[in-house]
Structures are given as structure tokens and as C-alpha cells.
């Protein structure tokens, strides 16, 4: 059973940057889109970025010019680099890896705490 461990959140002044990183382990099959969601307290959980194994990447339009998502592929590891950091982006984050051979199926992170002062 794949495991994501994610790492790199906390408590930071606005205006300040964190780098998030979820790492897949036990993985036996090629993951192919990687992504970061986020869920704030009484709000649903919403699509912060993605990237395909080809390196396409899609932003959330309030994160653009502010976050960029990369991938290690030889790691099974994806980031966040999250810089420019407010209030609203206080939220519970959770990666989430994709593959699609033998058959579709999303892997989910436990989640990690951001948490953003202003």
C-alpha cells in the first residue's frame, strides 16, 4: 500500500514562504499526476496546484505568480514552494498522488498545518 509522508508546514508571518514536500513510499507503480489541495476551516477542500508526469503544471487562480509545484519522479516526491504567503491561505494542505495503471487511484496525505499571521 502506497504511504504519503508530507512535510514542511507551520506557522509563518505573512509575507513570509514555506516549502512543502510530500514523499510516496512503497510505490510499485508509475504515479502520474501529482497535486496539492487545501481545506481552511468551514470551507471545502479546493485544488491548489497539480502536475502531470510530463511536467505540465495548473494553479488555483488566487495562488498564480505565488506558489510553484515541481516533482522529483525519481523520488515520488512532489513540493510547494509557497512565497507571498496571507491570511488566506491558512488551511490544512494535503498532496495527493494519482496513478492509472492497473487502474485509476488517488493516494492521499495525512495533511499538514499552515498556518499564516498577520
Known amino acids: 500500500q502506497v504511504q504519503l509522508e508530507e512535510s514542511g508546514g507551520g506557522l509563518v508571518q505573512a509575507g513570509g514562504s514555506l516549502r512543502l514536500a510530500c514523499a510516496a513510499s512503497?510505490?510499485?507503480?508509475?504515479?502520474?499526476?501529482m497535486a496539492w489541495y487545501r481545506q481552511a476551516p468551514g470551507k471545502p477542500r479546493e485544488l491548489v496546484a497539480a502536475?502531470?508526469?510530463?511536467?505540465?503544471?495548473n494553479y488555483t487562480d488566487s495562488v498564480k505568480g505565488r506558489f510553484t509545484i515541481s516533482r522529483d519522479n525519481a523520488k515520488d516526491t512532489v513540493y510547494l514552494q509557497m512565497n507571498s504567503l496571507n491570511s488566506e491561505d491558512t488551511a490544512v494542505y494535503y498532496c495527493?498522488?494519482?496513478?492509472?495503471?492497473?487502474?485509476?487511484?488517488?493516494?492521499w496525505g495525512q495533511g499538514t498545518q499552515v498556518t499564516v499571521s498577520s
Open positions: 495527493k498522488m494519482t496513478r492509472i495503471w492497473p487502474s485509476r487511484y488517488d493516494y
Open positions: 502536475i502531470t508526469s510530463g511536467g505540465l503544471t
Open positions: 512503497r510505490s510499485r507503480f508509475s504515479i502520474n499526476t
